[in-house]
């Protein structure tokens, strides 16, 4: 499906008070995907930053030369960035951004929560089992049948690209395996938020991140008309108002009585 011509890639950021909020979209999406999220913090009063993955906003192909550590590295410097703002900072991320917020979750134990939207800890259909094969006969794929959309106006919010990186998409599943190695090192609170009928993500994925992290401090959103993109589908609203409310009861209490 071409691209909407309102939207752009660009990564965001919206200037607010002292609790920052870094948001990370997925594996070829773009920032995008988290602006009617950012949009709801920053009407908090919430600093937020959106930044674009190395490899994103560009081509299929051009993700393709792009290996994980870069969206690692990415996702480090754009929290050093927003620490270096913020007296708190919580981070989020949707998707494959899931799992790079589990990533710095690992890193940094002192982060006050991580915010996992539809977390691609685990990864539903055929595709990503032949991917490590298949990346040496074919370089880039349609995307085939796609999301499901409860609302269908929502998809011409989103940006990414249509055709399916193979290379890259091994690269994300190396990442996901990496990451798994170190979720027993995650601490920090947790709001997970997925949906029931997402077809890319299943619930399995929730309850891996629950089983293997060390924190019991887990706050859980089960959705169940919204498609993979929980922050842009219909049950958006209640995806924002419980982020709100997670962040709100973690803040430390200097921010809090503020």
């Known amino acids: 499906m071409p691209q909407p011509d309102t939207i752009t890639p660009a990564p965001f950021f919206l200037a607010g008070g002292p609790v920052g909020v870094l948001l990370i979209h997925g594996f070829t999406g773009a920032p995008p995907e988290m602006r009617r999220l950012g949009d709801y913090l920053h009407q908090q ?47 989020g991320g949707l998707s494959m951004g899931g799992v ?4 710095l979750a690992a890193q940094h134990p002192d982060l006050a929560g991580a915010l996992l939207y539809a977390p691609a800890m685990r990864v539903s259909g055929w595709r990503p089992k032949l991917v490590p094969l298949l990346k040496y006969a074919v370089r880039l794929a349609p995307k085939g049948g796609g999301d499901t959309w409860a609302d269908p106006d929502a998809r011409s919010l989103l ?6 990186p193979v290379v890259a998409a091994h690269e994300a599943h190396r990442l996901i395996a990496h990451v798994r190695r170190m979720l027993p090192r995650v601490s920090c609170p947790l709001l997970i938020a997925y949906s029931l009928i997402d ?9 891996l991140i629950i089983r293997e992290v060390s924190t019991d401090d887990i706050s859980v959103l089960t959705l169940e008309r919204s498609g993979h993109a929980v922050t842009l589908d219909a049950e958006w609203p209640q995806v924002a108002e419980k982020t709100v409310a997670f962040i709100r009861a973690h803040l430390p209490e200097s921010e809090a009585a503020g």
């Not at 077809?199 to 309850?207: G, I, K």
């Open 199 to 207: 077809p890319v993500v299943p619930p399995t994925a929730a309850e």
């Open 45 to 91: 009063g919430f600093t937020v930053s959106a930044p674009l993955l190395p490899g994103h906003g560009t081509s299929a192909a051009e993700l393709n030369q792009v290996r994980w550590q870069q969206w690692t590295a990415h996702v480090e410097a754009a929290l050093a960035d927003l620490r270096a703002r913020c007296d708190t900072v919580f981070v």
């Open 100 to 103: 790079l917020t589990l990533y």
């Open 159 to 164: 940006w990414c690209y249509d055709e399916y």
